[in-house]
């Protein structure tokens, strides 16, 4: 069936290193790829998003991969700050499909100081 | 910034009432979305919504649930009977168009007792 899922549930880094969240998706008619940041007691918060014509896409400290190949996704934080602790959701869009996000299940981020 | 707000942030309602949610999404985005989180898990998406009708809703968007867009403001989600089980996070998102960023709001937590 359609899901989207997160090689690690938790992640622990050190202040100043860099960061990598992983995600697989199975929907290969998914065309367009998010993550999202939630912060607890919030709502998701977009950080960056991907269409499938591309592999790579960079942002101010973020980095979103794809690969199509192995439908995997992966988010990478330059110079992680504490700030960045959150949990991290990738979300995969089904060509017309109304717009729906299938989240994945979230990957915990913790930054040490 | 333009936001979506959710309105209330915190329902207590007892099993088999009747609950409505309320959200107000960005002024000029088109599409419209209910979400849900129970605690601890993914965000998993219940409906979308766009030129006032239901575009794509999942298995849990049951005949217990419907959404409505009673002025040119307000979006709403209503529980006809809730449920033990429909106690979670409640998330209201909107987005332009398909494929784009989906704003969310910062959710409604739904009790039921």
């Known amino acids: 069936g359609e899901s989207v899922g997160l090689h690690l549930p938790t992640l622990s880094v050190q202040e100043g290193d860099n960061s990598i969240i992983n995600c697989a998706y199975s929907?290969?008619?998914?065309?367009?790829f998010i993550w999202y940041k939630q912060e607890s007691g919030k709502g998701p918060q977009f950080i960056i998003d991907?269409?499938?014509?591309?592999d790579k896409r960079q942002g101010q400290r973020v980095t979103v991969l794809l690969n199509k190949t192995v439908k995997h996704l992966s988010l990478q934080i330059a110079a992680t700050q504490p700030g960045d602790s959150a949990v991290y959701f990738c979300?995969?869009?089904?060509?017309?499909?109304?717009?729906?996000?299938?989240f994945g299940q979230g990957t915990e981020l913790s930054v040490k100081p | 910034e333009p936001e979506v707000t959710q309105t209330p942030s915190h329902q207590v309602t007892q099993m088999g009432q009747e609950v409505i949610l309320r959200c107000v999404p960005i002024?000029?985005?088109?599409?419209f979305y209910w979400y849900r989180q129970i605690l601890g898990q993914k965000v998993e998406f219940l409906v979308s919504?766009?030129?006032?009708?239901?575009?794509?809703k999942s298995e849990i968007f049951d005949d217990q649930f419907s959404v409505e867009r009673p002025d040119g403001s307000n979006f709403t989600l209503k529980i006809r009977s809730t449920k033990l089980e429909d106690s979670a996070m409640y998330f209201c998102?909107?987005?332009?168009?398909?494929?784009?960023?989906?704003?969310f709001g910062q959710g409604t937590r739904l009790t039921v007792v």
């Open positions: 998102a909107s987005s332009e168009e398909t494929s784009t960023e989906a704003f």
């Open positions: 929907n290969s008619a998914s065309d367009y």
């Open positions: 991907i269409r499938s014509n591309m």
């Open positions: 979300a995969e869009s089904p060509y017309n499909q109304g717009g729906k996000l299938i």
């Open positions: 002024s000029n985005h088109l599409y």
């Open positions: 919504f766009y030129n006032n009708e239901i575009s794509e």
